[in-house]
């Protein structure tokens, strides 16, 4: 047991030295595809910034259906 230990404890300790969080993750791809969005397309600032609000309720309404479905029929 002591040689897993001794494995984990350095794993753990090379994720949370190299690993980023995850809202660093999810930042940077929100501006990597923001920035694709407006090189890409005919979209501006203000339409893209409103499709992604848009994303979000739709998002959000289907994991609440999921959520609920999960509960409902386990």
Not at 5 to 17: G, K, P, Q
Not at 41 to 65: H, K, M, N, Q, R
């Amino acid at each position: 047991m002591h040689l897993i230990e001794r494995i984990a404890s350095a794993l753990t300790a090379w994720s949370v030295r190299w690993v980023p969080n995850s809202f660093i993750i999810a930042f940077m791809l929100t501006l990597i595809v923001f920035a694709t969005a407006l090189t890409l397309t005919s979209a501006g600032p203000l339409d893209c910034v409103t499709y992604w609000g848009d994303g979000i309720v739709i998002f959000t309404a289907y994991a609440l259906l999921v959520t609920v479905a999960s509960l409902l029929f386990p």
